[in-house]
């Protein structure tokens, strides 16, 4: 079925009641902030639970215990946040995408490899829906603003696709470094869809300087942080500071404009590094649509 078709059959359904009685009684602006922290929260607790367990005298018994007993369920936060974002996208496509995203994460919850290969399937053909979506209607029309704003959700959903099939073993010596600097080219042009001034331009260059600074004088430890806390492999120095910079520049662009929901989704992009789970997947695929949209007007 072609995009128009998918379109033609979600879009045209009205929302079910509940649906609409959620958005009647909540701004758009207030559900998808609460989307974002919904998928941050979960995203950066497992990123610091992973870096702090490999530091040297790692964490307290206690915390090591409970990481083990609930980690599992820190995919339900992008999961839920992925379903929250369908309920209220305006477009049928984009809503069927989030859709199948947010759906097929939950699968992770699944221990059996049964279950976290249609998982790993499903999110990607959700952000690849929403990639179309976001570019195939702007570049039809020439409408170069859009495409340039849709530019980091088709960086998502190439990492996606990538880390993902590396991680089932498809090509992990070609795909892993494929997928990890993919992933990271998507946080840093961030500020093509958010936009940015001065003062937000400052501090990405700010960030990215120190990032590089940091990762050139300390290589090893650097290395193995983002290893463990990102899953980056074999990507240049350069490229991590250039999402550093960029991830940072976006998310206070959006403070600055008053958009936390948009602010969110760039800090979810560099707290999910690369998207070689389904955790971290979905929580790049939430990510995406955040930074693309902009005051209830799509790209």
């Known amino acids: 079925m072609t995009g128009r078709g998918v379109e033609d059959a979600v879009g045209s359904n009205p929302r079910p009641s509940g649906v609409a009685a959620l958005r009647s009684r909540t ?20 990123t610091a639970y992973r870096v702090g367990h490999n530091v040297p005298g790692g964490l307290p018994a206690g915390v090591t ?12 936060g992008p999961a839920f946040a992925g379903l929250l974002l369908a309920a209220t996208a305006d477009s049928g496509v984009e809503r069927v995408g989030l859709a199948f995203a947010g759906g097929f994460g939950v699968l992770a919850l699944g221990t059996a490899t049964a279950a976290w ?6 999110v990607s053909v959700g952000v690849a829906v929403v990639a179309a979506d976001r570019f195939v209607a702007p570049g ?8 340039r704003r849709a530019a980091p959700v088709g960086f998502a959903a190439v990492g996606v696709a990538t880390s993902l099939a590396a991680a089932a073993g498809v090509w992990p010596a070609t795909l892993r470094p494929l997928g990890s600097g ?13 936009g940015w001034d001065r003062i937000s331009a400052l501090a990405g260059i700010t960030a990215g300087l120190a990032t590089f600074g940091i990762v050139a004088s ?46 969110l989704g760039a800090a979810l992009f560099c707290v999910a590094g690369v998207p070689a789970t389904v955790l971290r997947a979905t929580g790049v695929v939430v990510a995406a649509a955040l930074v693309a949209y902009d005051g209830g007007e799509r790209a």
């Not at 701004?27 to 497992?46: C, S």
């Not at 215990?65 to 339900?76: E, K, P």
């Not at 290969?117 to 499903?122: E, K, L, S």
């Not at 993919?182 to 869809?193: D, I, K, N, S």
């Open 65 to 76: 215990t409970l990481a083990a007993d609930w980690s599992a369920l820190a995919v339900v």
């Open 117 to 122: 290969q249609p998982a790993a399937i499903g």
């Open 140 to 147: 039809r029309k020439r409408e170069w603003n859009g495409v």
């Open 27 to 46: 701004p758009d602006g207030v559900l998808r902030t609460l989307a974002g922290v919904l998928a941050v929260v979960p995203l950066a607790a497992v």
């Open 218 to 263: 300390a290589p090893y430890v650097a290395g193995a942080v983002l290893l463990v806390g990102g899953g980056v492999v074999g990507v240049p120095t350069s490229l991590v500071a250039f999402a550093a910079a960029g991830g940072t520049a976006g998310a206070v662009s959006a403070l600055r404009d008053g958009r936390p929901a948009v602010a």
């Open 182 to 194: 993919v992933a990271l080219a998507a946080v840093g042009v961030v500020p093509l869809a958010v």
